[in-house]
């Protein structure tokens, strides 16, 4: 794109051109073509059930939290531990489940990461903060792998808990968005 045309351009104007630009790019950008930061645009209304803050949960959430900064320090086997942890002290919690499951496919590990999905999605009844964002984690793996009913499924389930993440990539999955983008693409291509 032209300098100066970038430098008019505000940064939620270039990502629109970037999905205009790559309609079959997961996401917009990140690692491996997936943006996992599907935490954007969720409601704050939407909590996972009540949890009675006995010993044990409250020392679950305590090593969550803290293996939720291991991964963000980069350490993710650590993290999995950490995870591993929180879920031996209280099973019944989804949240570490999904989260564990989110450090097992930054290391690689797709299928211990489905594995914690479906875990995270039968405590949480799919419903929840938890839920929505194991959907979400399990629709773009399920599209990475090429099974895009069973994403499709996942984000049409997340879009109707509110999850504006999903409903963007229901949108990128509609293929007559994506016509529509590369009939988009060929025409700024031949205007530049």
Request: charged letters at 30%; hydrophobic letters at 35%; aromatic letters at 6%.
């Given at each position: ?13 270039k990502a629109v051109l970037d999905s ?60 999995v531990e950490l995870f591993t942890s ?107």
């Amino acid at each position: 794109m032209p300098q100066l045309l970038s430098e008019l351009l505000s940064d939620r104007d270039k990502a629109v051109l970037d999905s205009i630009f790559n309609p079959f790019q997961i996401g917009g950008g990140a690692e491996e073509g997936v943006n996992w930061n599907f935490d954007e645009g969720l409601p704050e209304e939407i909590q996972d059930p009540y949890e009675e803050p006995t010993s044990a949960v409250k020392e679950s959430i305590q090593r969550e939290v803290d293996a939720i900064k291991a991964a963000e320090l980069g350490d993710l086997t650590k993290a999995v531990e950490l995870f591993t942890s929180a879920i031996e002290m209280a099973p019944k919690r989804p949240a570490p489940w999904n989260n564990r499951a989110q450090a097992y496919r930054l290391l690689g590990n797709d299928e211990a990461a489905l594995s914690d999905l479906e875990e995270a999605l039968k405590l949480s009844g799919g419903t929840g903060r938890t839920g929505c964002r194991a959907l979400c984690q399990r629709g773009l793996l399920r599209r990475k792998n090429g099974d895009d009913d069973g994403a499709r499924s996942d984000f049409k389930s997340a879009t109707n808990l509110g999850s504006k993440f999903a409903h963007g990539q229901l949108i990128e999955m509609n293929p007559y968005a994506a016509l529509c983008n590369q009939m988009l693409r060929d025409a700024f291509q031949k205007l530049s």
